[in-house]
Each structure stands twice: as C-alpha cells, then as structure tokens.
C-alpha cells in the first residue's frame, strides 16, 4: 500500500481526518506527532498518510520539580507514575515508594493543580505513586529535596521534625515532612486539630507517632509552650523552602529563573495543551474540552481503555491500574468538569473533576441553610481514604468504581444516594442523560463519562441527615458497612415521618442500596415509639443478607452493624425522647486533641553525653530525605532489575515453569530458574541446615506456601521486571488444600514436635488439689513486620570475581552465606554491607538472605550489577510473619486468687517449616511478673503452609505475656476479684526463679506498680470509668493496669567493635556489628564513646557495617545490640586510652589532639577492637519491669472504641539517651497496639495465598490509633548495677504492653454484657477488632429502645 502525503490537510486533537485513499473518516489511531506533523495508519484500508497538526496538540511533556524543568517525550510509557518517573530518573530518591497503590503515603509529594472552588492553581500534597507522568503537563512539584538540605539549610518542617525525633529509620520521613508543607502552604497558621486531622496519608512503623505529630502540632497557632519550645509558628517567608539562586530570597515558584540546559523556563502553571503520546503499548491523551473528549469515547468504547483522573481506583481495585489499557484518556484537562455551582435555590452542582478535598471543602465551608448535609457530609469525607488521596481524586472516579464493583462499600456513593444525587453523563455522540444513582448502578460507561452531579436543597428545617461509617482502622480505611439516612420528621408530633424516607446501607451485598422495606414501613409513624422503633429494626433485620466474602467481615457482624448504626441514628434524632442513659448511644464518640507527657527520669551531667538527651547524629539527614537507602543508591552502569517469581499454590507440586511468554516482553532480559543456580540451591546459614526445613533459594519441585519463590525474572527496568513475572507461566500437579489455619492444623495434629515441658513442682497434683480451677483458649495473631523498606540487595560482580553485596539486612552472616552457598564462591570473595535500613522489626534477620541470594545469581549470571527491591505485596506473599500462637490452659488458684498450679499448652504456627527449630522462647516469658509454685508448660509446634514465621518486634515475648495475663485474667473475673489486687498477690520478688530458670533480683514490680497507682490516682479513676458505666448503657468504659517484664538475655550474640583514630585531625570512626534500623544505635555508641575519650560527640562517625571489618556479626535483634555494641565501645576507648596513656604522660594539659600526635609518633597503634564475652551465671543479665494503666471507651452498638488514656511506667535504668529511649517505648506501645487491636492476616482457604497482603486490608495503626492522653514515663533513680552505665534496654519492652489496651476493652465488654447479666468469662482473641469488641457486646435487638 502506498503511502500518502498531503501536507495540507490541518489536524487538530478530535478532528476527524478523512483517509485520502478510502475516504473513512476517523480520529487517528496509532498515529504519532513529530515536529507538528501527525502521521497515522488507516483503520479501515491501512493506508498511511500524513497531517499537519494545528494548535496546540503536543506530543510530550513539560513539567517542573523542583523548580527544574524536564521535558518528557514518549519514552515513558504511560502508565508510568510520577513516583517511577522521578526515582528511575534520578531527579528524587528521597521520595520513597513501599505499596504503590496509595495506602502507605512514603511517597508524599506536593503539586499545583486547579482549585476548583477559587479557579486558582493551589498546592496539594498527594502520592506520587498514583499520579501518573503524562498527567503532570505544565505542573509544579516539589519534593523533598526541593525543601532544603543540610548545606544549604533546612526548611522549618525538616528541621522541626529532626528536634522533636520524629525520625527514626527515616524512610517514612520525607513523606510526613511533605504533607506538612503541603498543609503549611494552604494554611500558614493551622489549628492543632487540623494538624491532627490532616496526618492520615503516611504510616510510621517506628516512632509511634507522637513525635511526628507534635513536631508538626507544634507550628499550629494554638500550640502550647510545651510544643513551641523548640519553634513555633512560622512566617510566610520561611515556609517555601530552596533559596532562588536568581534572587537570592526564597523561590515563589513563577520568577522565570529556574535554567535547564541553558534554557530558562517558568515555574508558573503552564496554560494546558491538549496532549497526544503513542508508545508501544499504549497511547495517551489529553484532550481539553468534552468536545474533544467525546469523539474519543465513541472511538475507543470497543477498546480497552480508560479515563484517568487522580488514578487512585488502582488502590481499590487493580484491574483499572493504567498498565491494564492501551488507550489512556486523561480528563483533568477537561475545563468544563471543573464546574461548581451553589447558587441555584433548589439544587447545586458539583463537575466531575471536583476532587474529594474540594467537595469536602465546599461542604465545610457552606453556611447554606438549604444544606442540611453539608457538615455531615463534610465529616464523612474526611473519613474517606487519606488526605493526600483526596487530593487527587475524584468523586466521579468513586462512582465508577462503584458501577464496575456494585459491591463497593463507597462511602461516596453512600452520602449522595442518602439526599438522591442526580447524575450527567454524556456519550460519545455528546449526548447527556440524567440518572439516579441506582440506575447509574447498571449503566454500562464503556463509551460515556460522568459530567456532573446534582444535589438537591431543601427549603424545610425539618429534615435531619445523618451519616455513619464503621471501619477496621479509624483512618484511611474502607467501611465494614456505611449508611445513610434522610428523614423529613415532626419533631413536635413524636417524630413522626412525614415523608418516605431513605436508608442508604453498603457493606452487606451487590444488591442492596436502600432499605425500602424499612423506608416504606416508616411512613407516617412515629419514629420515637418504641413499638415503631422495635418493628423497624425487625423489618430492617429482615431485608439485610449479608454476603460473605474471605476478607470481608463476617456476616452476623456487618448485619448487626447496620442495625446498630440504625439504632444509633435514631437514638441521635429523638435525643430527647430517650432516657438519660441511653441518649449517648446516639452520638459518635468524639476524639478532642491528643496531649500528653513525657517524664525522661534521671539523667546524670556528670557523665554527659552519656545519660543526655540528644537528637540521632543523622537526624537532619533522615528529615532532608539524603540518605540513601539501598534501593535509592545511583544505577550502577549496566544495572539490572530482578524480581522474585512466587508460587501460586501453596501444597503442590510444580510440574512445568514456561517463561517463554515473559522473554518475549520488550527490556526483559534473563529468566532464572533453580537449575541455573550456579552453585547450592540453598540459602540457609550453616548450623541452621536442619532437616526437612525450607532451604531452596528457588523451589524445584514441592511448593510448601504460596508465595515461595520459583524463579528470578531480569529485566532492564524495576517496573519491566516486577510485570512480566506473570508472563512466566507455571503449572501444578498433586495439588492439595493449603493448611493456613491452625485450629484445623491442631485438629489434624499437624506437628513437628515439641518444646518442653518446662515443669515446676507437681502440676498435676496441685492443679487436682486446688480450691478452684479455669481453663480457656486464646488465641494471638500473626503480625507483619511491615518495615517500610521492603526487602532489597543490590549485587555488583566485581574484577575480581567476587561479588559486592549491598543489602537491607539486620544480619549480614546470613547474607553472606546465601550468597556464598547460591555461587558458590568463598565468604572471603564477597563482601556485605549495610549503611542503614528503613525499619526492620525482625522481618530483615533472615529474610534477607534469600532476596540477597537471588539477586546475587542474578547478577552472576548476566555478569551486570542487579537490584532486586520487593515491592509490598511480593515481600508479603514471600516472607513469614510472627507467629500464631494458640494457649490452651488450666489453671489452680485458691480463694484469693494466689495461683497454685498451672498446665499449659501452647501452639505455635510456625509455617511451611517441617523443622523443630524454635519455640521462640515463650518459656522464658510465659510467667509474665508472676510466681506460681507449679507449672507444666510444653510449646507444640504445628506445620502449616504458610510463609516459615519471622521474629517480629518482641517474638515469643508479647505474644507470651498476652497468654499469661489471659490466664490471671481469666482467675480474677471468675473470682470477681479487683484484676489487678489479683495480679498484685501474685507478683514475683527477689530470689524467685522463673520458669525460664532466671533468678530475680532487683525486683521493681511491686514498687513501680505502686508508684503507678499513685501517679494516676488509681481509685478516682476507676470511680470514673464506673460511674460513667452505671450512666451510659451504649458507650461503656474499661480500666486495665497491665504490668510487664522483659529479661535482657544476652546468651554470646557477636558485634565485634571496632575504634579507629584519625591522627590527622584526631578525629574517630566506629565500626560496630550492630545495624541502624532506626533505635539510635550510632547515636549512643558516639555518646559512649565521647564520654569514655572525653571528645565531642561531633568528632565521631559510625562507618557502614561491613563484612570487612564485621565479619561474623550476629542478628541485630532482641534489644541487645545497642546495649553490647556500647559495651564494647567502652572496653575499646579503655583500651586505647591505656595505650594512649604513656604518650599522654609526656605531655602537659595536653588536648585530644596532642595526645594523639604523641601517640601517633610513639607507634601507638590507634585502633582498638572489643568481642565481648559470657561473663554471667544465667542466661539474662537483667530484668526490664514496667506497667501501663490504660482507659478506654466503647460504642457497644459498632464496636468502634477509643483510647482515652495511657499513663506508662518503665524501668529504663539510667537511659544512655532519654529521648530515643522515649522514642522507643513509644513506638513499641503503639506496635503492639497494632498486634493485639488492628493486624492479622488472611489466607485463601484453598491456594494459601494471602489475601491481606498489601494496604487495602492490612492495616497497622495511624495518627488516631494513639492514646487521647498518652503519659510515658521512666522510673527515678534505678540505675541498673548490670547495664551499661546504669542503664537498660527499651526496644521490645513496651510491645507487650499493648495488650494492655486489648484487656482495658475487655473490661469495657464485660461492662456491656453486664447489662444483660452477663458475667460469664469469654475469650478475647487478639487482634480485640471492632468486629470482635461489637460482637462480644451481645448485643440483643429487643434491647434497641429509648430507655425507660
Ligand atoms: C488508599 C485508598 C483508600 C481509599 N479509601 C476509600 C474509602 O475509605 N472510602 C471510599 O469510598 N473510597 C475509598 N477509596 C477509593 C477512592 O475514593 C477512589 O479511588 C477515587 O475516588 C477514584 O478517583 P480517581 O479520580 O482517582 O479515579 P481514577 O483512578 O482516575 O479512575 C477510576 C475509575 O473511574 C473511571 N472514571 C474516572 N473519572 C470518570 C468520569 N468522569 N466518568 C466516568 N468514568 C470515570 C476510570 O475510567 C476508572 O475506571 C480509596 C482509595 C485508595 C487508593
Ligand atoms: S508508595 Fe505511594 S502510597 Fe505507598
Ligand atoms: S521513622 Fe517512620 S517508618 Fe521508620
């Protein structure tokens, strides 16, 4: 066919060009537009002909980050995302990616885009991930680096953040310091709440979040001087952050000074140009009018593609991820969607390019009094996913969601059905029709867009609207079940329904939208009768089946819900036809700011630094986002990306691996599977070589979980590599149901053997002796580690046949081996190193070994460096989680309540792990603070095929602690005792051996409760939380006092230490075993040894751990690492300063420096290097003690509760830094709140594939997870006589204590089925969900009335 030039013919985005040859008119498709010419291919003849575009339609991109301008062709594809775009180029490795799908918010970066309410460019703050490269046409982005860095200065977040250590590991860092910019430059002066309020977007695993948010609070115009000590409000000057380098004063973002390759370029917002970009796959447009849209949605409807607005859908669903459509129409160009009008007198209209933020902004804002909804609705939005994805998204992009997934529990969709939204939508002939919601939920948008939506106004004062969500995570997560209610009522007249309502319900089925039976039953009745009430919740009871799902909340559960939260609306409208008691249960519970304090106990000056509260020596560089961890390190040159490919079944055997399809993709370069490993097909460290224990770096043949690793994919980018792992095609044969739960795993004895048991005294006849005796069964979940780093290694072959080894490990030994084993190749001929990681939790002790593996034969084999960087999901699948642990009991106690016997199993699911390797120590904690004369308790480890378990942050211990106190819990409720005068009588003292057979000594216990009591004012609190039970029949209170030990046991662990001095300048470096994940390791060794030299602590740097100086370094875990590693740096300046000693004596007030040229020209040699050694009798040295009294309160009608307080006593010694240490506790609380209230994991009961494995369903606790009034405090004047310079470790000591919470919530269940007379003990499984607490309540619907 020949080809065709008219050079003529003009055209523009949507004009339809007529094909020379055959005469179809027709958009051009495949079409390409180089320097204003637009060639395309005929549809209908293929014919190729050219056009001369007019106007303004571009084929690439022009965007601006940092003040730098980047011109993008279409060398991207476009579903690329900023995020990808942004680290692949090297333009910021500060923002960080983890989930990729809009749940973990490291990814924080703001933008400009068109406020819809003022018409004008504003800067919001959202997450890069989601944004997609060809969406940011002429916008402005700043990142973190563009706010300042530590040359040339911090900008007041980074620097705020770093003095109230609002960083630990640093990887969520930038991300909280981007959404505070972002508020700060809508809202130079914000309030506390809306501080608190707008940090929902970024997850912090390590610091517990109280230092972030009072860091950030501490800008908020009503701050107290507790928080403005270290600054407070800002001026208008100081909040854009990089200096203009034209200028000289800071960069207002439009001066036209920013140069690029010698072009300047403007910062201000490009006018937008309507964009055309061909790629391979995929093309991407952008047109600007509906009228340019419109032909495209004719043309394309057949095709596979997809409007995108803020490209947020991909987190709720991920077939509608923009790698899923070759056609991409991005509609935020679209000047006419922007719409908003609130003026006509009986309706207001919102534009489908009105994001979640500004609809919510509008409602807030609105004093309209035809508006009843607004502030309801206003509220309700403020629970829809995070700040920063409201930012970006739209509610007509929800609505979407909503009409491919009629099952979506929208929230959005929930509000607008409540008041009748109307919807446009318009074909691709540009034909609009109107719809209801309910109609839209079969319309079929192949073809059409969403244009507007209309909602009414009402002229009459009696209509009351009303909203509920019910979450699992208060904060950016989706609803159990969420309704609406819109009733015109007569308020003098009984409340009579004047009119039909609407009961809007979601979360129960596809189907049910309205409650009609219960809405035509209200008619003309009196909705404050209790007969009416009693008869509605029947019919409602009846017209709500719940489906089931294997992640939704159960059936009873969301059914019971949607009653209650029925219940609770009306209880809200006829407040004053309820009874006093029973007025409350209609009102939400209200969370007024968080406060708190912080008591940092006794420091010592003589000692200082040592015993000093100072900030991480790399806090600055964790708050400007400089550091660099393993994935952000610069391509090596000829670098390639490897992805792990993971099995699909979880008790099968492979029968073929096809990877034909893979290797066809374009930029995929290698697939490897076991038999292409070099040298062992193992990765395991020696001595760990047990039997039958999963060893295969790739499975070759019985797959033992799904997500076990069969194969490596290489490619020549990380996004190209991570995909087309699903093109390698594998198939299974025998395959069986996957054992993922472990009472059927009990029930089918699938063991593998046993610990113990551990046995005191005469269990058996005591417990046969004993005045009363109680037996139950409690379960504690699995957790993930969830650091926000996932697993990476990055391997680079070096000259010398070796291998560099740079990986995110807390344990580089293991690391080192797997290499070794997978290429075979001596430890001596590879080196590992770890500089930092991005929070570890013990998920990094072992399993970063395989991923190192992996890439490592990646690497081998290709002869070209290799990273391999998890994302979530893979790293989920793939690695284990702490251990599930069922305690089964019986336990012996006289009237009192002192134990006498107890005999106890408990059950550890260990995974896929045909090996008896680990109990994980639960017998050296499974006493708790507490003595009993006779004990039998045996571990039974049960197989299952899940993910072989990983330590997690206080393994064994928490979970240990939680099945003790369930046991002393279970003596005092079936005595009715106080709980706590029970625990009392039972507390441990001096000279007690534990079962774990550590003597006591020191005991704090008894006095540091004591203390406790006193500081709260026990007895009035407790009067408190009563008398508010006796007054409230739906909202309950509990009160729990929960004590806690944690024995440091050090048992020979090995970080070798070394001291290095510099004679030129007498400066030291330190190279320790230990790894810096973020517990301030680094920042105490410097103290330790600017105290033991007596040099400032800005004289000493830590060096990267390295097996070149490190080699045979032990895990970085249990708490001890800091403790030793200091330890030895004391032992090092010692020795060196005996050395020294002699040169020292020659000289006269010498200063540090002279003492070390003298000692440089006496051959002194100026290192020193410690091992310490067992020198102790037991295998602990010492005893952590603390205890929390925790208040909390409950609506019995939803389960959704409150912290209201926490005052936490710990036994910390004499704190080497006070303030991390605080850091520590806090953070360890907060996690543990998240093991026993919020984290659990589900699995496909047939496959095994988890099916919690990424942000959607998984959820560790946010901002509003925290205590109301969180009081930490350390013990005085309890210098530790075994710890380093007094003092003791505080890493996993507090983790248990969040089990505190769970008991105080118990308490408050115990107070709800009071009301019933029911005073029967229960199980309370962790994680104590909203689901278990409403459920445990019993609630009983004849009880639903207004009170008498
Ligand atoms: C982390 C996270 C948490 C969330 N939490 C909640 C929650 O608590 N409650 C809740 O209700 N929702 C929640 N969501 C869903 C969220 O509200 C939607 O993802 C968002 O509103 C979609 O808007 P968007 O602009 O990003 O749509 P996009 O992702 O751009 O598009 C989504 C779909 O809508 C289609 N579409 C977009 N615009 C139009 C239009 N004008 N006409 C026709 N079709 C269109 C697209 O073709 C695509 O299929 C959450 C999402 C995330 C990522
Ligand atoms: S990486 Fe963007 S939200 Fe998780
Ligand atoms: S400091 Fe927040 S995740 Fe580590």
Redesign the pocket.
């Given at each position: 066919m020949p080809s065709h030039e008219t050079g003529k013919e003009k055209v523009t985005m949507t004009s339809l060009v007529k094909c020379p040859m055959c005469s179809m008119s027709h958009l051009p498709l495949k079409g390409n537009l180089d320097r204003g010419t637009y060639a395309c291919t005929c549809e209908n003849c293929g014919h190729f002909f050219k056009f001369q575009a007019v106007g303004d339609l571009k084929s690439s991109i022009t965007l601006t980050i940092n003040g730098q301008s980047y011109n993008i062709g279409n060398e991207y594809n476009p579903a690329t995302s900023l995020l990808e775009y942004m680290r692949q180029a090297g333009i910021s490795r500060g923002t960080k990616g983890c989930c990729f799908e809009g749940g973990c918010g490291?990814c924080l970066v703001t933008v400009k885009f068109l406020d819809p309410l003022t018409n004008k460019p504003r800067l919001y703050t959202i997450n890069s991930c989601c944004l997609q490269l060809y969406t940011c046409d002429g916008l402005e982005i700043t990142t973190i680096e563009g706010l300042g860095d530590t040359r040339d200065g911090l900008h007041p977040v980074q620097d705020r953040l770093a003095k109230f250590d609002?960083?630990?590991?640093?990887?969520?860092?930038p991300g909280?310091v981007m959404n505070m910019y972002g508020l700060l430059q809508n809202n130079p002066k914000p309030t506390m709440q809306e501080v608190e309020d707008s940090f929902d977007s970024?997850?912090?695993?390590?610091?517990g979040y109280r230092s972030?948010l009072d860091a950030m609070k501490s800008f908020a115009v009503d701050a107290p001087p507790t928080l403005t000590k270290k600054g407070g409000v800002i001026d208008i000057e100081e909040l854009d952050g990089k200096m203009c380098k034209k200028t000289g004063k800071a960069c207002i973002g439009h001066c036209g000074s920013h140069v690029k390759n010698g072009e300047a370029v403007s910062c201000e917002n490009s006018v937008p140009r309507p964009l055309h970009i061909v790629y391979d796959q995929a093309q991407w447009f952008k047109p600007l009018t509906l009228a340019e849209l419109t032909p495209l949605l004719k043309q394309y409807a057949g095709q596979s593609y997809r409007l995108i607005f803020g490209n947020t859908g991909f987190g709720v669903y991920g077939e509608v991820g923009p790698w899923n459509y070759s056609i991409l129409i991005d509609i935020r160009g679209v000047q006419q969607l922007y719409t908003v009008d609130l003026t006509p007198s009986d309706h207001i209209t919102f534009g489908a390019n009105v994001s979640l933020t500004a609809l919510k902004e509008a409602f807030e804002s609105t004093t309209d009094p035809g508006l009843p909804y607004a502030k309801a609705f206003a509220t309700h939005l403020g629970l829809v996913a995070s700040n920063s994805i409201r930012n970006l998204s739209s509610w007509s992009g929800n609505l979407a969601l909503k009409n491919l997934h009629n099952d979506f529990a929208s929230d959005v969709y929930t509000i607008l059905e409540t008041v009748g939204t109307q919807l446009t939508i318009v074909d691709g002939d540009g034909v609009s029709k109107q719809y209801s919601l309910v109609d839209f939920l079969s319309v079929d948008l192949k073809g059409k867009v969403i244009v507007s939506m209309t909602l009414p106004k009402y002229n009459s004062s009696d209509v009351i609207i009303r909203t509920s969500k019910t979450s699992h995570r208060l904060q950016l997560c989706h609803a159990h079940v969420t309704s609406g209610y819109n009733f015109q009522v007569d308020a003098n007249n009984n409340y009579l329904v004047k009119s039909k309502p609407s009961i809007v319900i979601q979360g129960i089925n596809g189907q049910l939208v309205h409650a009609v039976q219960t809405e035509a039953f209200l008619v003309n009745k009196n909705l404050a009768d209790p007969a009416v009430l009693q008869n509605a919740l029947t019919v409602l009871s009846g017209e709500i089946v719940p489906d089931s799902g294997t992640v939704l909340a159960s059936p009873t559960y969301r059914k019971s819900l949607a009653i209650g939260q029925f219940y609770k609306f009306a209880l809200g409208v006829c407040q004053n036809k309820c009874s006093a008691r029973f007025a409350s249960g209609g009102l939400d519970l209200v969370r007024p700011i968080m406060t708190g304090t912080q008591d940092l106990g006794t420091t010592d000056p003589s000692v200082y630094p040592v015993t000093e509260s100072m900030m991480k020596v790399t806090a600055y560089n964790?708050t400007t986002g400089e550091v660099r961890f393993v994935a952000d390190q610069s391509p090596r040159q000829g670098q390639l990306y490897a992805a792990p490919v993971l099995s699909t079944q979880g008790n099968a055997k492979i029968q073929s691996i096809d990877a034909s399809l893979a290797l066809q993709i374009p930029g995929v370069v290698k697939f490897i599977q076991a038999k292409d490993i070099p040298g062992r097909n193992f990765w395991r460290p020696r001595g760990l070589e047990a039997p039958n224990l999963i060893k295969d770096l790739l499975s070759s043949g019985q797959v033992q979980y799904a997500g076990q690793p069969i194969g490596i994919l290489v490619a020549e980018d990380e996004v190209t590599a991570q995909s087309s792992r699903y093109g390698v095609q594998v198939t299974y044969t025998d395959i069986k149901p996957a054992l993922t739960d472990i009472e059927q795993a009990i029930q089918q004895k699938s063991f593998i053997g046993r610990a113990g048991p551990a046995v005191r005294g005469n269990a058996t006849a005591a417990m046969a002796a004993a005045p009363h005796r109680v037996s139950g069964t409690v379960r504690c979940s699995d957790q993930y580690n969830f650091?926000?780093e996932n697993q990476a290694a990055l391997c680079v072959p070096t000259d010398t046949d070796g291998m560099y080894v740079m990986a995110t490990t807390q344990w580089l030994d293991p690391v080192i081996q797997a290499v070794s084993h997978a290429l075979g190749m001596s430890e001596s001929k590879i080196t590992v190193e770890t500089q930092r990681i991005?929070?570890g939790f013990g998920g990094k002790g072992s399993y970063n070994a395989p991923v190192a593996g992996m890439c490592a034969v990646a690497a081998y084999l290709t002869k070209r460096p290799v990273l391999m960087n998890l994302d979530l999901h893979t790293n989920m699948q793939f690695q284990g989680k702490r251990t599930l642990f069922v305690f089964e009991y019986e336990v012996g106690f006289d009237d009192d309540g002192k134990l006498i016997a107890i005999i106890a199993t408990t059950y550890a699911d260990l995974g896929a792990q045909d090996s008896s390797s680990s109990d994980e120590h639960t017998t050296a904690f499974i006493d708790n603070v507490y003595t009993c004369p006779n004990w039998s308790y045996t571990v039974q480890l049960v197989r299952t095929n899940k993910p072989v378990s990983t330590a997690v942050r206080a393994p064994g211990t928490a979970p240990a602690i939680f099945g003790m106190e369930c046991m002393i819990d279970h003596v005092a409720t079936y005595l009715k005792k106080d709980h706590l005068a029970v625990r009392k009588l039972n507390f441990m003292k001096d000279g007690d051996m534990t079962l774990g057979r550590m003597l006591i000594e020191n005991c704090l216990i008894s006095d540091l409760v004591a203390q406790l009591e006193t500081d709260i004012g026990i007895a009035s609190r407790i009067q408190a939380v009563n008398d508010f039970n006796k007054n409230n029949r739906w909202k309950k209170r509990g009160f729990h006092v929960m004590p806690n030990k944690y024995a440091m046991g050090w048992s020979g662990r090995k970080y070798a230490t070394s001291l290095f001095v510099n004679h030129g300048d007498g400066s030291v470096h330190l190279c320790h075993g230990g790894i810096d994940m973020?517990q301030g390791i680094n920042t105490k060794a410097i103290q330790c040894a600017a105290y033991k030299l007596g040099i400032p602590v800005s004289l000493i740097e830590v060096k990267p751990t390295s097996t070149i100086v490190n080699t045979n370094a032990d895990v970085s875990a249990g708490s001890t690492t800091t403790d030793i590693v200091c330890l030895s740096i004391l032992k090092c300046c010692e020795d060196l300063l005996e050395r020294m000693a002699p040169s020292k004596a020659k000289l006269k007030n010498p200063t540090w420096q002279d003492i070390v040229n003298q000692s440089y020209r006496d051959l002194v040699d100026l290192r020193a290097h410690y091992q310490p050694q067992i020198r102790d009798k037991y295998s602990s040295h010492y005893v952590c003690w603390g205890a929390c009294a925790v208040e909390v309160e409950i609506d019995v009608l939803t389960g959704q509760y409150q912290i209201l307080q926490v005052d936490y006593l710990n036994d910390t010694g004499t704190s080497l830094n006070p303030e991390l240490d605080m850091g520590q506790l806090e953070g360890g609380f907060i996690m543990g709140c998240g093991l026993f209230l919020l984290e659990s994991m589900k699995f496909d009961p047939v496959t095994g594939q988890p099916l919690t494995d990424g942000t959607w369903e998984y959820k560790p606790p946010l901002g509003k997870d925290l205590p109301i009034k969180f009081n930490a405090k350390f013990m005085r004047n309890v210098p530790n006589p075994s710890g380093v310079l007094g003092s003791k470790i505080v890493g996993e000591v507090p983790v248990s204590n969040g089990a505190c919470v769970l008991f105080a919530l118990k308490r408050a269940v115990e107070a709800a089925r009071a009301e019933q007379n029911n005073t029967d003990w229960f199980p309370f499984h962790a994680p104590a969900t909203v689901e278990s607490i409403q459920t445990l309540c019993l609630n009983d619907l004849s009880q639903y009335t207004f009170g008498s």
């Open positions: 490291v609002g960083a630990q590991c640093g990887f969520c860092t909280q970024t997850i912090c695993r390590c610091t972030i964790l650091h926000l991005g929070g973020g």
